[in-house]
Structure formats: structure tokens, C-alpha cells
């Protein structure tokens, strides 16, 4: 069973950066593609980012592409948030999956972590 743990939320002002990490256990990271979603207030979950196994694919919803970096080394995958708007307070998931694919869907999910940005 892989389990999957994120960290880093927290609140922050519009303006700010935050980095939000994920680690998992249960399997060898590297067997795992990793991605992020994330769910508003009152809404679905959707797709934020996800990166392959080796760090060298990533896909983007076209909402964050300007502002949001998913990356991993060798043991977690992270987030990168820059200019932060109120309207990116969510709630932010980390995700696992042995599959490659587009949509990017995954078996395994985290907690989530919140974020709360304030004007």
C-alpha cells in the first residue's frame, strides 16, 4: 500500500511564495509518477500538475502554468507557487501513480495540505 503525505501549506499573503512538498511510502519513489490537485472551497477536485518518473515530463492544467512548478528529486515532489492570489486558496493534494498517462490519474492520494492566501 503506498500512503502519501504532503506538507507546507499554511497562509500566506497575495504576493507570497510557497513550496509544498510530498513524500510517500510503501513503494520506491521512483516507481511513481507524482502529480498535485487541488479542490476550492465548495467545488470538485481538479488537476494542478504531474510529473513522470524520472522528473523529465511534466503536465500542466493551463490555469497554472504561469505561476506553478512541479518538480521531484529523489525522494519528493514539490510545488512551487510564486505570486500568490487569494483565488488559489484550496485545499492542495498530492497524488501517486505507476501509470504515465494524459489525463494524469492516479491510485493513490495525501490528506491534503491547505492554503489560504489573504489580500
Known amino acids: 500500500q503506498v500512503q502519501v503525505m504532503e506538507s507546507g501549506g499554511g497562509s500566506v499573503q497575495a504576493g507570497d511564495s510557497l513550496k509544498l512538498s510530498c513524500a510517500v511510502s510503501?513503494?520506491?519513489?521512483?516507481?511513481?509518477?507524482m502529480g498535485w490537485f487541488r479542490r476550492f472551497p465548495g467545488k470538485d477536485r481538479e488537476f494542478v500538475a504531474a510529473?513522470?518518473?524520472?522528473?523529465?515530463k511534466t503536465n500542466y492544467a493551463d490555469s497554472v502554468k504561469d505561476r506553478f512548478t512541479i518538480y521531484r528529486d529523489n525522494t519528493q515532489v514539490y510545488l512551487q507557487i510564486t505570486s500568490l492570489k487569494p483565488e488559489d486558496t484550496a485545499i492542495y493534494y498530492c497524488?501517486?501513480?505507476?501509470?504515465?498517462?494524459?489525463?494524469?490519474?492516479?491510485?493513490?492520494w495525501g490528506q491534503g495540505t491547505e492554503v489560504t492566501v489573504s489580500s
Open positions: 497524488a501517486a501513480s505507476f501509470r504515465w498517462e494524459y489525463p494524469y490519474g492516479p491510485q493513490y
Open positions: 510529473v513522470n518518473w524520472y522528473g523529465d
Open positions: 510503501g513503494r520506491p519513489f521512483s516507481d511513481l509518477a
